[in-house]
């Protein structure tokens, strides 16, 4: 891993005080100076230009900012970045190869998982965070495990579907 230096930092004349903070995102260590109450979003978003994180309530309520830290699903609209420090953080763009989807982004292509999109990283950081503890889930564990990201748009049925889908295609090629 390389290690890349970075500062987010406040305008000049803001007086505002940086620490500096290690995380690794997307298995890339980085190393960054940014203010004590920067949020984990906007550090992801501004600061990395990882814009597949979205920011939807602000209160943690809809989930669309969902990262997996340290493979466990987070809302990062309610963390502070500092809270990364030594810790491992992936978002959707970290899914995918250069030539090839992840089984669960794949899962949202085949069976229509999607309408506007704005939900889909979350839901699909979730999903992940389900697969990897639970490789056989039911129905009513993918609807639990996606219970904290809120679709405007579906009635959740293909997303459903799409997480079941990219399970059956993650056994498949494990056997």
């Not at 939807?56 to 699903?73: K, M, Q, W």
Request: overall charge negative; hydrophobic content about 35%.
């Amino acid at each position: 891993m390389t290690s890349l230096y970075e500062t987010v930092s406040p305008p000049p004349g803001d007086d505002v005080p940086t620490n500096r903070i290690n995380l690794t995102v997307n298995g890339q260590l980085r190393t960054m100076d940014v203010e004590p109450r920067l949020l984990l979003v906007h550090l992801l978003r501004q600061g990395l230009t990882l814009t597949g994180t979205h920011t939807g309530c602000d209160t943690s309520n809809c989930g669309a900012c969902t990262v997996l830290f340290d493979g466990r699903p987070a809302k990062s609209c309610t963390m502070l970045a500092v809270q990364a420090d030594g810790h491992s953080v992936q978002t959707v763009e970290g899914m995918a190869t250069s030539s090839e989807l992840d089984p669960i982004q794949e899962g949202f292509k085949e069976e229509h998982g999607l309408q506007c999109g704005y939900c889909t990283p979350g839901m699909m950081l979730a999903a992940k965070a389900l697969l990897e503890r639970n490789p056989n889930p039911t129905e009513d564990d993918v609807r639990w495990a996606l219970s904290g990201n809120l679709c405007r748009c579906t009635g959740y049925q293909n997303i459903v579907k799409a997480v079941l889908w990219a399970a059956d295609k993650m056994r498949a090629q494990q056997n």
